[in-house]
């Protein structure tokens, strides 16, 4: 495809503003059995996925690199979902495979899986007279085991994960009070401390303000660039996908319509096919990243009742 400015280059600074975090927890080492950087985290091969009686998608292929942000876009009922569901092993292929750091994941247990896959769906269930703590806390049930129960180093996960995500100062506060951005964050500090190679969140800016947004993707993207973590995510926004993703997968009409660099792929010709947009695409001033920037098919159009009024 033809580009329309520049990219974005993985592992540049943050954006101007952006907010320091701190350390993030499996920065240092690898987890154990993990697949060597350039390898494919996540692969479907062949696969068709059905919904409610219906096919979605039928011969499907799509790789995700280790250490990347991939971010899938498309229009509402485009299969986004669809995709981390099979991924995430929520959804069962009626035909092909899906692999988990090369392997089938249907041949693991729920256990293994859990240990390099961590998944956070678009309304996750929050539980009642829980605190902060004890939320993220779960993310280490993986971990457990009725020979390995509750360690010292599940308490540092934990606390580390709340420190990185601003949330060490409200560890003990009933989640129930909490406002949007920080519920958010404390589903995210689950995932930290879950210690996943691989991450799986489906929307995870919905129902936030602006601000708020800015501040899980920014999350988002350290967590990929300290510990290396693959992400793998479906947002509404283009330009924000744009400022914080490697890669964008375009879906549309039971198949990818897009694939590459955001750059590559959010060019006025795939909009209009992918979303019905007519849209002018430009560089961000504050990023660089592609900024999405609607037309509205009625400017510059005179309305022939003002015109008889100014003419009267």
């Known amino acids: 495809m033809t580009t329309t400015g520049p990219a974005l280059a993985p592992g540049a600074a943050p954006p101007r503003g952006s907010r320091s975090t701190a350390a993030l927890p499996g920065s240092a080492t690898a987890s154990p059995g993990s697949a060597p950087p350039g390898s494919a985290a996540l692969e479907l091969r062949g696969v068709t996925l059905d919904y409610e009686r219906s096919t979605i998608f039928e011969g499907l292929d799509l790789r995700i690199e280790r250490g990347t942000v991939t971010t899938l876009i498309g229009a509402n009922g485009s299969g986004k979902s669809t995709i981390l569901k099979a991924f995430g092993r929520l959804l069962t292929p009626s035909a092909g495979v899906v692999e988990l750091d090369g392997e089938p994941i249907r041949g693991r247990s729920a256990r293994q899986v859990a240990r390099r896959l961590a998944i956070l769906p678009q309304k996750p269930l929050t539980p009642s007279a829980t605190t902060v703590r004890d939320l993220a806390s779960r993310g280490r049930h993986p971990h457990q085991s009725m020979l390995r129960p509750w360690a010292v180093g599940d308490a540092a996960a934990v606390d580390e994960a709340l420190a990185a995500t601003g949330l060490a100062d409200l560890a003990d506060r009933d989640v129930a009070t909490l406002s949007g951005g920080q519920l958010q964050r404390a589903w995210l500090a689950l995932v930290l401390a879950q210690q996943a190679d691989t991450i799986l969140l489906d929307e995870p800016t919905t129902f936030l303000d602006l601000s708020h947004q800015l501040d899980?993707?920014?999350?988002?993207?350290?967590?990929?660039?300290?510990?290396?973590?693959?992400?793998?995510?479906?947002?509404?926004?283009?330009?924000?996908?744009?400022?914080?993703?490697?890669?964008?997968?375009?879906?549309?009409?039971?198949?990818?319509?897009?694939?590459?660099?955001?750059?590559?792929?959010?060019?006025?010709?795939?909009?209009?096919?992918?979303?019905?947009?007519?849209?002018?695409?430009?560089?961000?001033?504050?990023?660089?990243?592609?900024?999405?920037?609607?037309?509205?098919?009625?400017?510059?159009?005179?309305?022939?009742?003002?015109?008889?009024?100014?003419?009267?």
Do not use: C, K, Q
């Open 216 to 312: 899980i993707l920014r999350l988002v993207r350290s967590i990929n660039r300290r510990r290396g973590a693959t992400v793998v995510m479906v947002l509404h926004d283009l330009t924000l996908a744009a400022r914080y993703s490697d890669r964008l997968v375009v879906t549309g009409g039971g198949r990818i319509l897009a694939d590459g660099a955001p750059w590559e792929v959010l060019t006025p010709e795939v909009l209009h096919e992918a979303f019905d947009l007519d849209a002018l695409v430009i560089p961000d001033p504050t990023s660089g990243a592609p900024l999405v920037v609607p037309r509205d098919p009625d400017e510059g159009r005179e309305d022939p009742e003002e015109h008889d009024r100014v003419t009267d």
